[in-house]
């Protein structure tokens, strides 16, 4: 994964944010961080991304409401990972058809979690 991709993480949780951009930054990825779906739709509209990192509980626009969305408004999308404590088979199939890739339970295991990013890139 050294060398390339831009990530957009939409978590609410601050300190997670930060976490994940020093650990995908070291991992030679570019971060940029939402703290709502809403605002992460908005990136999504005015900039490519390789890969979302997208949390379920959020104010404004959850991680359920982001996914349905964003396919109407960015038809070609990076894919989906979620990151959730509560992983479930059902929203992963529902999310199959808005560009879940898969799904990382939280607390995130980093090195799961960038096997599920390297997976997804490519």
């Keep these: 994964m050294k060398g390339g ?4 993480v939409i978590d609410d949780d601050e300190l997670l944010c930060d976490m994940l951009a020093s650990l995908l930054e070291l991992e030679g990825l570019s971060v940029v961080v939402a ?16 890969c979302i990192l997208l949390d379920l509980v ?14 109407r408004h960015v038809p070609q999308h990076a894919p989906i990972i979620v990151m959730s404590a509560s ?14 890739a898969t799904m990382v339970r939280k607390p995130i295991e980093t090195d799961i979690l960038l096997a599920a990013i390297s997976a997804a890139m490519v």
């Design 58 to 71: 959020m104010p404004r626009m959850d991680g359920l409401q982001f996914m349905r969305t964003i396919g």
């Design 5 to 8: 991709g831009t990530i957009l």
């Design 35 to 50: 703290h709502d779906g809403a605002t992460g739709l908005e990136y999504c509209r005015n900039r490519i991304f390789d």
């Design 87 to 100: 992983v479930t088979a059902t929203i992963l199939e529902e999310g199959r058809d808005y560009g879940v």
